[in-house]
């Protein structure tokens, strides 16, 4: 699903670390947290396809995001 602005991301488990990756590797937005719900503001991103790694309990899960 495409983003503008922000997304948002809810785990039933505590989310330690959310990060945005370019396509070339370089991470663009990151962020700490122990939540279980984080929303990151995307505005300033140009548009194009990111990669989105989360972290909960130690292990990382990477998706695919589309900013428009």
């Not at 370019?22 to 962020?31: A, T």
């Not at 300033?44 to 790694?53: A, D, E, F, T």
């Given at each position: 699903n495409p983003a503008n602005n922000a997304i948002t991301v809810d785990s039933a488990k505590t989310i330690e670390s959310i990060a945005i990756?370019?396509?070339?590797?370089?991470?663009?937005?990151?962020?700490?947290?122990n939540s279980e719900s984080v929303t990151l503001d995307i505005s300033?991103?140009?548009?194009?396809?990111?990669?989105?790694?989360?972290?909960v309990e130690g292990s990382t899960a990477t998706s695919r995001i589309i900013k428009e």
């Open positions: 990756v370019n396509l070339l590797g370089q991470e663009v937005i990151s962020k700490n947290t300033s991103l140009q548009n194009g396809v990111y990669i989105l790694k989360t972290t």
